[in-house]
């Protein structure tokens, strides 16, 4: 397992959010920063629940940007078949913004990060004093895994969707690159002036 700081965080974002992303960093919907025009494409009554949740350390989960530790989650699978009344997303239109745990630290930003997803009663908060062990603390097993239901493991979903949550903005400088679905996605991308060597095609990221 690498260490800590070479571990990659995905964030899912519509690709109409990138220039925005390229000018101002990653931003919360609360900073003076935000995007005015931002295209959400989340379930909004878990992001109402989220806003609501407080964490152990008194502060809400809704004054975080959370990221995954991993691509293809069962949120993204919700967004591409415009589940739980979510409109439906093409793979085409939805991008991946990559940072990293060292990334994040040397944006001097505070974080939490969990072993599952962040509303579970079930799932174990940390702090910046455990980040050293992030590696260990975490399954990365269960969050790689290309599917989620095993009724030999009912906790698999919980444990994938472990998240990185932090809190504030971060920089462009933050921002590794961007992984997409196709030549057609890459190719916009490009168009809003990112070079070639930051965007990434996979389409196994998505469903």
């Not at 919907?29 to 494409?41: E, G, K, L, Q």
């Not at 991008?95 to 799932?123: I, P």
Request: proline letters at 3%.
């Amino acid at each position: 397992m690498a260490k800590s700081g070479k571990i990659y965080l995905y964030r899912m974002t519509h690709i109409e959010n990138v220039p925005h992303l390229l000018a101002h960093g990653i931003t919360h919907r609360a900073s003076t920063r935000a995007n005015a025009n931002y295209v959400s494409i989340g379930d909004s009554s878990l992001i109402s629940t989220r806003n609501d949740f407080l964490l152990d350390n008194g502060r809400r989960l809704g004054d975080y940007i959370p990221f995954y530790f991993g691509t293809r989650m069962p949120m993204l699978y919700v967004i591409q078949k415009g589940f739980n009344d979510v409109p439906a997303q093409s793979a085409e239109q939805i991008v991946y913004c990559v940072s990293s745990v060292g990334k994040v630290r040397e944006a001097d930003v505070d974080f939490v990060f969990t072993d599952g997803h962040a509303v579970d009663t079930f799932s174990t908060q940390y702090t910046e004093q455990d980040v050293e062990q992030l590696p260990e603390l975490l399954d990365f097993k269960a969050i790689k895994a290309k599917y989620w239901k095993d009724d030999n493991d009912l906790d698999l979903k919980r444990r994938k969707e472990a998240e990185f949550l932090v809190l504030g903005d971060l920089p462009v400088t933050a921002i590794l690159g961007f992984i997409v679905y196709n030549e057609a996605a890459k190719t916009r991308l490009k168009a809003m002036g990112l070079p070639d060597q930051q965007i990434h095609i996979d389409d196994k990221a998505y469903f």
